[in-house]
């Protein structure tokens, strides 16, 4: 059983396409988060939500739209893509919404490539 | 500003060595430090975190790491490095405050030669 899942793993598409990136996760966590790896891999939180609702938003363009139907499925959807945009995004997900101890689990990624 | 340092890009070792891979933070209260492993394409398992309980940590795969409040530091170690081992380690830290948001280091590329 997977714990955190992504959905496509690899996506390649051109400037100016809409795309969306699905995430799942069955470990009954109450929040998830985006991070997206660059070509150095450095990682960088984009987004967290806590039970459907947006708790972290950092300086992210506004083409990024993360949407989270539940508290089980949290999606990015990328309007207007750019060459800059080509990176690994991550969907992660954890137990509890306030700094702690409690570790982020992992999904296995989804590499875009905007051409 | 709270940040978190991994000292060396790339580190090579000989199988059988001892692995050392650094990182320090910056922060005047102590904060939640994790270490993950990333596998070629693939995403990042947890190795071992630093929960306060317990300065010496030890994780999965025969790691671990200490945390040093006096140098800022939760270097990650292990005493024979295998061919398998070969992979990207990212240190991260959560800070005290807030919400639960990871800040990674740049990562330390491991690589391990017979």
């Known amino acids: 059983d997977t714990a955190v899942s992504q959905t496509p793993k690899y996506l390649v598409t051109q400037m100016g396409n809409d795309k969306s990136i699905k995430c799942e996760q069955n470990?009954?966590?109450?929040?998830m988060y985006w991070y997206k790896q660059d070509s150095k891999k450095f990682l960088k939180i984009m987004f967290s939500y806590n039970n459907k609702e947006l708790i972290i938003n950092e300086t992210v363009p506004n083409r990024f739209s993360p949407k989270s139907p539940d508290k089980a499925h949290l999606n990015l959807h990328i309007n207007s893509l750019e060459l800059g945009d080509s990176a690994v995004y991550f969907c992660?997900?954890?137990?509890?919404?306030?700094?702690?101890?409690?570790?982020?689990?992992f999904g296995p990624g989804t590499r875009l490539t905007v051409t | 500003a709270q940040s978190v340092t991994q000292l060396g890009s790339h580190v090579s070792v000989s199988e059988g060595a001892l692995v050392l891979l650094r990182c320090n933070y910056s922060s005047s209260v102590p904060p939640y430090l994790f270490w993950y492993v990333q596998y070629p394409n693939q995403g990042l398992q947890l190795l071992l975190k630093y929960t306060s309980a317990a300065t010496l940590v030890k994780g999965i795969n025969g790691f671990e790491a200490e945390f040093k409040k006096s140098e800022t530091s939760f270097h990650l170690t292990k005493p024979s490095a295998h061919m398998s081992d070969a992979a990207e380690y990212f240190c991260a830290v959560k800070f005290s405050g807030g919400y639960n948001k990871l800040i990674f280091g740049a990562g330390t590329r491991l690589a391990v030669h017979p």
């Open positions: 470990l009954g966590h109450d929040t």
């Open positions: 992660a997900s954890s137990q509890g919404r306030v700094a702690g101890a409690s570790e982020q689990y």
